[in-house]
């Protein structure tokens, strides 16, 4: 059974850098897509970033790309999200999700398992 767990997140001024990671504590999602995703204060959840099972492909959401990184440890076990040149508007809840079949998770709709999320606070 996949058990997502997301850390990481803190409070950090405009510019600065944090680094988000998503374990699997079930230790399956070697065969799984991953992805980021955030959900602002009031506003619905939206795509952040994705990597590829297959080959390790990466895609982004428009907003964070040229500042955000995923990437996959060697285990498979395990994504991060690196964030740099954080803004204000990248304040939200951050939550990762895995594919039971998929080559990745770029909308809501193929995460088939969830994390419980970390809170990202950017001040200016």
């Known amino acids: 059974q996949v058990q997502l767990v997301e850390s990481g997140g803190g409070v950090v001024q405009a510019g600065g850098s944090l680094r988000l990671s998503c374990i699997d504590s079930?230790?399956?999602?070697?065969?799984?897509?991953v992805g980021w995703f955030r959900q602002p204060p009031g506003k619905e959840r939206e795509f952040v970033a994705t990597i590829t099972r297959s080959t390790g492909s990466t895609f982004y959401g428009d907003s964070v790309k040229g500042r955000f990184t995923i990437s996959r440890d060697n285990t498979g076990n395990a994504v991060y999200l690196h964030m740099n040149s954080l803004k204000p508007e990248d304040k939200a809840a951050y939550y990762c999700a895995a594919s039971e079949w998929g080559n990745s998770v770029r909308n809501v709709g193929e995460g088939d398992y969830w994390g419980r999320g970390t809170q990202v606070t950017v001040y200016p």
């Open positions: 079930g230790r399956t999602f070697t065969l799984n897509g």
